[in-house]
C-alpha cells in the first residue's frame, strides 16, 4: 500500500513485507508512547503551572500500582517486539535449500559478481524473480555490507571469512545496491544496481554475454595449475585427504575435534592448512595465503563443492 | 522565596585569587569544573562546526562542496569530537565537579590534585586530536573500525588514537574522584537515599567510566599498536579477526551512551522536582533505574553488530538484553511525568529544557526498540535511522539536559541571573531546530539512505534540505546562549543564594559558594526534595 | 568516630577530609577502584588471548614453546619475592621503624630493575631469533601466520605489564623520598601502603601472564 510513496521504500522481497509489518507495529507504539507522554507534560505544565510565587507542589512520593503497571507493560511490548522480530530475523539468516548461488567479492570500491555458470559482473548483479539467491562474500580489503533497501536485506562482507546472504525477489525491475560499511575515500560511489528479471528474460541474459567456462572449470584448471592433485588424490594414496564427495560431510580432526567441511572450512585449509588437520594426515600442505586470489579461492572452493556429486 | 539581593557575596570562590595561577594550580573543585567548561564548549563549537560543513555538502546530492576525503574527515572529527571531547565530559566534569562536593555537603572531592590532573590530561588528549585535525586530519570514523584504521587509512589515525587513549584516562581517574567522594565524604545524616537524583546518575556514570573506559583504552592501543608496529591482532592476513575489534569496541562505546544520558537525566530528576516543588515521583525507583541502566549497558554491546557475522543465537540473546535496558528508560519516563502531576509548575528555562528533554529522549528511546528488534535492525543499520536515533539519544537528550543543567546552576557557578525571555526563546529555537534536523533523517535511513555517504542519489534529497535548513536554525539557537551567558558574567543581576526556591545543599551556601563550599559542614536531616519540609521550617 | 583535636590538626590531613580515618579510607577505596580499571584494562587484552589461543591452540602451543621457560621462570620468582619485601616495607611503616621500611623499599625496587633486566634479555632474544610480529618475522612455516598473533600478544602483554612495573618504580622512589623525609609515620602510612596495593597487582598480574603465555602445552 506504501510502495511509490516518496516517504517509503519499495518492497521487492519475500521478507520486505515481513520486516515492515513489525515496523508497523513498532511505528504504532511509538507514536503512542510519544503522544501520549507529550499530551501528559503539557497538560500537566498547564493545569498544574504556579499559581502563586511560593505554592509548593502536593507531596506525592510515589505508588506501587502505577510503578508496576508502567514496568509490566513496556516489559510485555518488548518482548512482543523482540519475539516477532527474531521470528523474522532467523527466517533472514536461513536460507532454503534450493537456492540460486553466486558469489561477491568486494573491494575498494566496487561489488564483483561470479555466477556458477562463469559470468562475471561489476556493480551490476542479475537475478531471476521468484527464485531464492544465496550471496556467498567476502571482501579483499576491508569491511564492506551488501545491502538492498527494497529487499530490506543487508549483511556485512568481512576479509578474512565468508558471510551469506539471501532474498527472493518478488518484482522484476532495477534496485539500488550499497555499500553500507563505511570503507574509505570513495564509499559513497561503492553503489550498484540488482537488476531481477523475469526467469525467461533470466534465461536469454545468461546465454548472451562471454563465456569463460563455469566457475567449477575455472576452479579445476586452478586445481592442476597449482599441483593440489598431486597430493588430493581422487584415490585414498595422496598425502591430503581426497576431496571426492567431501563437501558437506562432518570430517574427525587429529584433536578428535570434528567438522562439517562447509566454504569456511575449505578458505581456512588452502589458507592455514595446519590449522584444522583432518585425522590420519601430516600437517605438510603449504599456505596459499597470498598466492591466490579472494576470486580464485571462490573458484577452488566450488570445485570442491562440484566433486560432491562424483 | 525570591531574595532581591544587590551584590555578589564579599567573599566567594571566584574572587579567591585572580592571577592565571590561581586557576592553572587550583584544587577548587568548581574553578576546574570551569577550566572544563571552557574546554569543551571550545571542543564543542569546532565539532559544531564540521556539522556544519557536513549538512552543507548533503544540500545537494552530488559531493560537490568539499572532496570526498574531506568529507570523511569531516564526519570523523565531528564524531570524535562530540564523543570524546564534549558529550562524555559534559555534565560530569562541568556541572559534576561543581555540585557533588555541594550536593553531599563536602568542602571538596576526595582527591582535588587528581581532578586538576585529570583536566590537564583532557588537555593534553584534546591537544593530540587537535594536532591530528590540523596535520591532515583522520578518516576512520569515530568507531575506527579495522581492518580500514590499522591497513588501508593513510590518514592521521596514530595521534587521534593516542588522543582518546589519553582522554579515557581523565575519564578514568574523574570517576574514580567521583565514587570515592560519594562514598567517604558525604555530610553527617546525608545518606544514600536522601542524596538528591543527580548523585545518583553521577555514580552510575562514575561506574560505568571505571569499568568501561579501560577497555577501549586498550583497543585503541591495540590499533596503534597495530599500525606502529605491524602486530596483527586484527588483521585477516594473519588470521587475525576485524571483527574482535567490533566486540571490544562497542564493550566500551555502548556503556558509553548512557556515560552521556545518564548525568543529563539526572539533571532532569533535579529541574522537574525544582520547577514543580515536589519530591520526584517513586525516588528509590529513578535511583535504582539509573544503577540499572549503568549494569545492563554493559551486557548489549553486540546488538550494533547484527550484521556483521555473528551467530543468530548470539544475536538474539543481545536482541532481548538490549530490550530489556528499554525498561528502567520508560520507568524514568513515567516517573518524571507523574511527578508533574498536581506539582506547582513554573516555566522558566530550566525546565523548558527539561520538558524538552522528556519528549525527545522519548523518540530516542524508543527507535532504540526498533533497533533491538532484530528484524528492523537488519535494514536500518548503517543508515540514516541509525544517526537520527542516535542524535536524539545524544542532543536532544544529552545536549538537552546539559543546557537545562547549565541554565539552572549558572546562577549558583557565577552567581548572576541570564536573561530569562532570550533564555526561553532558544530554548524554543533549539527544539525546533533539532527536530526539524533529525526526524527527517529517520524517513531517509528507513529509505535506505546509507550514512557516511558523501554523495547520494537524488531521491533523497529533499529530506535532506529539511535537514540542513533545521541545521541552520539549530546553529543559532547554540550561539545565543553562548553569547547572553557570556554577558551575563557581567551585567547579569545577582542572583542571591537560591533564585529559584529549590530545596538543595547546594543552594543553602551563597552564589557563587565560597572556596570551601559551607561555613560550618551541614548536618542533613531531611529527604531530597523536602519542599514540605522547607516551608514548615523543617529544612535548615 | 569524631575527630580528636589532635588528629585535626595532623600536619598529613589534607583539608577536604575530617579526619585522618576518612583519609585512609578514602585513600584506600581509590586505589582499589583504580586497580579495578585496571583489571578491565588487562581484561581487554586476556579477551583478544583467549580468543585466539581457542582458535589456533597448535600455534599458541608451538610458539610459546620459543619462550624461556627458566628466564620466565626466574623473573616469577623475583616478582613474588619483591612482593614479600613490599608487604614487610608496609609493615614497617605501620610500625614506624623509619629504617627498615627504607631498608624494604630498596629491595623492592632493586628486585623491579632486575625483573627488567631479565625482561630485556628475553626481548633481545626474541628480536634476535626474527619473533617480533612485522615484516621480518619468521617461524616455521606450518605456523607462521598464527605464531605472530601469538607474539603480538606477547609483546603487548609484557609490554605493558612493564611499563607498569615502571610506574611501580618510580611509585617506590617517591615512597622512599617521603620516608626519607620522615614524612611517613606510624599514624600516617597510607602512600605506602596504597602503593604496596598497586605493586602487588601488577605481580598479580605476571603471575597469570606467566602460565598463559610460558606453559603452553607443556604439561604433557
Known amino acids: 500500500m506504501w510502495s511509490g510513496s516518496p516517504l517509503f521504500p519499495e518492497a521487492a522481497s519475500t521478507i520486505a513485507s515481513r520486516v515492515d509489518a513489525v515496523f508497523f507495529f513498532l511505528i504504532g507504539v511509538a507514536v503512542f508512547f510519544s503522544v501520549l507522554i507529550a499530551a501528559l507534560i503539557l497538560r500537566f505544565a498547564i493545569k498544574y503551572r504556579r499559581r502563586a510565587p511560593d505554592a509548593i507542589g502536593e507531596v506525592i512520593t510515589g505508588g506501587v500500582l502505577l510503578e508496576t503497571i508502567w514496568t509490566a507493560v513496556p516489559l510485555a511490548i518488548v518482548l512482543i517486539s523482540f519475539g516477532w522480530g527474531a521470528s523474522v530475523y532467523f527466517a533472514m539468516s536461513r536460507p532454503p535449500e534450493e537456492t540460486l548461488d553466486i558469489y561477491v567479492v568486494g573491494k575498494q570500491w566496487m561489488w564483483k559478481f561470479q555466477h556458477l555458470d562463469g559470468q562475471r559482473e561489476i556493480n551490476e548483479l542479475h537475478v531471476p524473480v521468484g527464485r531464492a539467491v544465496k550471496l556467498t562474500m567476502t571482501s579483499e580489503d576491508v569491511i564492506h555490507d551488501f545491502f538492498v533497501p527494497a529487499f530490506r536485506t543487508k549483511a556485512d562482507v568481512i576479509p578474512g571469512r565468508y558471510t551469506t546472504i539471501w532474498f527472493e525477489p518478488t518484482k522484476a525491475g532495477r534496485y539500488q545496491l550499497f555499500c553500507a560499511e563505511y570503507c574509505g575515500t570513495r564509499h559513497s560511489g561503492m553503489i550498484g544496481q540488482v537488476v531481477v528479471m523475469e526467469p525467461t528474460d533470466y534465461q536469454a541474459w545468461l546465454s548472451g554475454g562471454p563465456q569463460e567456462g563455469s566457475l567449477a572449470s575455472r576452479g579445476e584448471k586452478l586445481f592442476s595449475d597449482l599441483a593440489c592433485n598431486t597430493c588430493h588424490r581422487p584415490d585414498t594414496q595422496g598425502r591430503g585427504p581426497a576431496l571426492d564427495g567431501l563437501f558437506g560431510k562432518t570430517v574427525t580432526l587429529q584433536g578428535g575435534e570434528t567438522v562439517t567441511v562447509d566454504e569456511a572450512y575449505l578458505r581456512q585449509s588452502i589458507l592455514t592448512p595446519a590449522a584444522r588437520i583432518t585425522a590420519g594426515f601430516q600437517p605438510i600442505m603449504p599456505t596459499f595465503q597470498g598466492l591466490v586470489t579472494e576470486e580464485q579461492l571462490l573458484e577452488l572452493v566450488e570445485y570442491v563443492k562440484a566433486l560432491r556429486s562424483r | 522565596m525570591q531574595t532581591t539581593v544587590a551584590a555578589l557575596p564579599p567573599r566567594h570562590y571566584l574572587n579567591d585569587g585572580f592571577g592565571i595561577r590561581s586557576w592553572l594550580f587550583t584544587r577548587d573543585h568548581k574553578r576546574i569544573a570551569l577550566l572544563y567548561l571552557a574546554t569543551i564548549t571550545l571542543f564543542f563549537f569546532i565539532g559544531g562546526a564540521m556539522a556544519v560543513l557536513i549538512r552543507l555538502e548533503l544540500a545537494t546530492p552530488a559531493g560537490d562542496l568539499v572532496t570526498d576525503e574531506t568529507y570523511n574527515k569531516l564526519f570523523t572529527m565531528h564524531g570524535v569530537m562530540m564523543v570524546f571531547f564534549f558529550l562524555i565530559p559534559s555534565i560530569p566534569a562541568t556541572l559534576g565537579n561543581f555540585l557533588v562536593p555541594l550536593m553531599i555537603g563536602a568542602k571538596d572531592l576526595a582527591f582535588p590534585k587528581l581532578n586538576l590532573l585529570s583536566w590537564y590530561i583532557f588537555v593534553v588528549g584534546g591537544l593530540f586530536t587537535l594536532y591530528a585535525l590540523i596535520s591532515g586530519g583522520v578518516d576512520t570514523g569515530w568507531t575506527f573500525y579495522t581492518p580500514f584504521s590499522t591497513i588501508s587509512s593513510t590518514s592521521k589515525v596514530v595521534p587521534t588514537a593516542l588522543g582518546v587513549f589519553i582522554t579515557g584516562f581523565s575519564s578514568i581517574l574523574t570517576g574514580l574522584n567521583f565514587i570515592v567522594t560519594i562514598h567517604r565524604m558525604r555530610a553527617p545524616g546525608m545518606t544514600w537515599f536522601r542524596m538528591p537524583l543527580f548523585l545518583w546518575s553521577i555514580y552510575a556514570t562514575s561506574l560505568i567510566m571505571v569499568l568501561g573506559t579501560p577497555v577501549i583504552a586498550i583497543t585503541i592501543l591495540l590499533v596503534a599498536a597495530e599500525r606502529l608496529f605491524h602486530f596483527g591482532f586484527f588483521d585477516p592476513a594473519v588470521g587475525g579477526d576485524p571483527v574482535l575489534f567490533q566486540h571490544l569496541f562497542w564493550f566500551y562505546s555502548h556503556p558509553a551512551v548512557y556515560i552521556m544520558v545518564l548525568p543529563s537525566m539526572g539533571v532532569v530528576s533535579e529541574v522537574v522536582a525544582a520547577f514543580c516543588r515536589k519530591p520526584v515521583f517513586g525516588y528509590r525507583i529513578v535511583a535504582f533505574a539509573s544503577v540499572a541502566i549503568a549494569v545492563l549497558g554493559f551486557l548489549v554491546w553486540a546488538h550494533h553488530m547484527f550484521v556483521a557475522g555473528i551467530s543468530v543465537y548470539a544475536a538474539m540473546i543481545f536482541s532481548v538484553l538490549s530490550m530489556l535496558v528499554a525498561i528502567p528508560s520508560a520507568v524514568k519516563v513515567f516517573n518524571w511525568t507523574a511527578t508533574m502531576y498536581r506539582g506547582s509548575i513554573s516555566w522558566q528555562t530550566p525546565m523548558l529544557y527539561a520538558m524538552g528533554f522528556i519528549g525527545l529522549f522519548t523518540i530516542g528511546g524508543l527507535t532504540g526498540v526498533f533497533l533491538a528488534t532484530l528484524a528492523v535492525n537488519v535494514h536500518v543499520t548503517d543508515t540514516y535511522f541509525i544517526v537520527a536515533h542516535f542524535h536524539y539519544i545524544m542532543v536532544g537528550g544529552a545536549l538537552m539536559g546539559y543546557l537545562g543543567g547549565l541554565h539552572y546552576w549558572w546562577p549558583k557557578i557565577s552567581g548572576r541571573l541570564y536573561p530569562e525571555f532570550l533564555a526561553k526563546l532558544s530554548a524554543g529555537i533549539i527544539f525546533l531546530g533539532f527536530n526539524l534536523t533529525f526526524f527527517p533523517q529517520f524517513v531517509a535511513g528507513y529509505l535506505g539512505m546509507p550514512r557516511r555517504y558523501h554523495a547520494y542519489p537524488p531521491d533523497f534529497q529533499v529530506l535532506n534540505v529539511l535537514s540542513s535548513a533545521g541545521a541552520s536554525i539549530l546553529g543559532v539557537g547554540y550561539l545565543i546562549p553562548m553569547a547572553y551567558l557570556m554577558w551575563s558574567l557581567r551585567y547579569g543581576r545577582a542572583a542571591g543564594s537560591n533564585p529559584f526556591g529549590a530545596v538543595g545543599l547546594e543552594w543553602m551556601t551563597t552564589s557563587p559558594p565560597p572556596t570551601e563550599n559551607f561555613a560550618t559542614t551541614p548536618v542533613v536531616a531531611w529527604d531530597a526534595y523536602d519542599y514540605k519540609g522547607e516551608v514548615e521550617g523543617r529544612v535548615a | ?220
Open chain 3, 1 to 220: 568516630m569524631l575527630p580528636d583535636a589532635v588528629e585535626h590538626h595532623h600536619p598529613a590531613l589534607a583539608h577536604q577530609f575530617d579526619s585522618l580515618a576518612q583519609q585512609r579510607e578514602a585513600a584506600a577505596l581509590g586505589m582499589w577502584v583504580f586497580l579495578v580499571t585496571e583489571v578491565l584494562f588487562f581484561g581487554g587484552l586476556f579477551a583478544t588471548y583467549a580468543v585466539y589461543r581457542w582458535w589456533y591452540p597448535d600455534a599458541f602451543a608451538a610458539a610459546s614453546h620459543e619462550l624461556d621457560i627458566l628466564l620466565g621462570g626466574t623473573n616469577t620468582a623475583v616478582l613474588i619475592t619483591s612482593s614479600l619485601t613490599m608487604a614487610l616495607a608496609v609493615h614497617s611503616a605501620q610500625l614506624g621503624r623509619r629504617r627498615l621500611l627504607l631498608l624494604f623499599l630498596i629491595a623492592t625496587m632493586a628486585l623491579g630493575c632486575v625483573f627488567l633486566g631479565i625482561k630485556g634479555v628475553e626481548y633481545y632474544h626474541k628480536f634476535v631469533e626474527h619473533h617480533v610480529p612485522g615484516p621480518g618475522f619468521e617461524f616455521e612455516a606450518a605456523y607462521a601466520r598464527q605464531a605472530q598473533i601469538f607474539f603480538s600478544l606477547y609483546f603487548i602483554m609484557t609490554g605493558l605489564h612493564a611499563v607498569h612495573m615502571i610506574i611501580g618504580i618510580g611509585i617506590m622512589l617517591a615512597m622512599f623520598w617521603m620516608s626519607w623525609r620522615g614524612r611517613i609515620t606510624a599514624d600516617y602510612y597510607n602512600p605506602i601502603e596504597v602503593s604496596g596495593l598497586y605493586w602487588h597487582f601488577v605481580d598479580i598480574v605476571w603471575i597469570f601472564l606467566f602460565p598463559l603465555l610460558y606453559l603452553i602445552g607443556r604439561h604433557a
